[in-house]
T-cell receptor
Framework: GENVGLHLPTLSVQEGDNSIINCAYS??????FIWYKQESGKGPQFIID?????DKRQGQRVTVLLNKTVKHLSLQIAATQPGDSAVYFC????????????FGSGTRLQVQP | SAVISQKPSRDICQRGTSLTIQCQVD?????MFWYRQQPGQSLTLIAT?????????ESGFVIDKFPISRPNLTFSTLTVSNMSPEDSSIYLC????????FGPGTRLTVL
């Protein structure tokens, strides 16, 4: 496999439990945030996004919470499954017009069957 | 969404050589980006590639080392020039559509 996330913090959960992955972002001017999932040997896969005018957004089994006061983003995964095991990255876009992403450091999620 | 392919998927190269990585997207996009992911690390933006203009490089990345082409709205190349072992990374392209989507990456090992 690849060395993606080899030195990243790890969250270990039991199958069926809920997972919460946290991210502190860097720029108070950021107006758009994305969570990505990266499995070994693959590119980042879009999970869910949220704009700065919202504080919560729900998808299928996932919820993203945004706290602009403390520049904090979280990803909640309900009923975590072994297929959720991966490295998760948050990313932010600063409204400069270029729409380039600044990534957080990432968290490895390990789901124990 | 977007369907993005990259070639090659992986390569092992000798130091001092250059490698050109191709990125193809399934339909036209204005903005394409190139990122580097060093072993065990997060992603770092190398440059933004827009069709019809010079690429815009981030701090720490220069055109001589990472020349980029963007000949049309569905294709871009990144060259890693005069490679050293420190260039061993995953190189990823992304496109901006309704959100940002990534290709599968090119895993480069420099010996």
């Amino acid at each position: 496999g690849e060395n993606v996330g080899l030195h990243l913090p790890t969250l270990s959960v039991q199958e069926g439990d809920n997972s919460i992955i946290n991210c502190a972002y860097s720029n108070s001017a950021s107006d758009y945030f994305i969570w990505y999932k990266q499995e070994s040997g693959k590119g980042p896969q879009f999970i869910i996004d949220i704009r700065s005018n919202m504080d919560k957004r729900q998808g299928q089994r996932v919820t993203v919470l945004l706290n602009k006061t403390v520049k904090h983003l979280s990803l909640q995964i309900a009923a975590t499954q072994p297929g959720d095991s991966a490295v998760y990255f948050c990313a932010e876009i600063i409204p400069t017009g270029r729409r380039a992403l600044t990534f957080g450091s990432g968290t490895r999620l390990q789901v124990q069957p | 969404s977007a369907v993005i392919s990259q070639k090659p998927s992986r390569d092992i190269c000798q130091r001092g050589t250059s490698l050109t990585i191709q990125c193809q997207v399934d339909s036209q996009v204005t903005m394409m980006f190139w990122y580097r992911q060093q072993p065990g690390q997060s992603l770092t933006l190398i440059a933004t590639a827009n069709q019809g203009s010079e690429a815009t490089y981030e701090s720490g990345f220069v055109i001589d080392k990472f020349p980029i082409s963007r000949p049309n709205l569905t294709f871009s190349t990144l060259t890693v020039s005069n490679m050293s072992p420190e260039d061993s990374s995953i190189y990823l392209c992304s496109v901006d559509r309704d959100t940002q989507y990534f290709g599968p990456g090119t895993r480069l090992t420099v010996l």
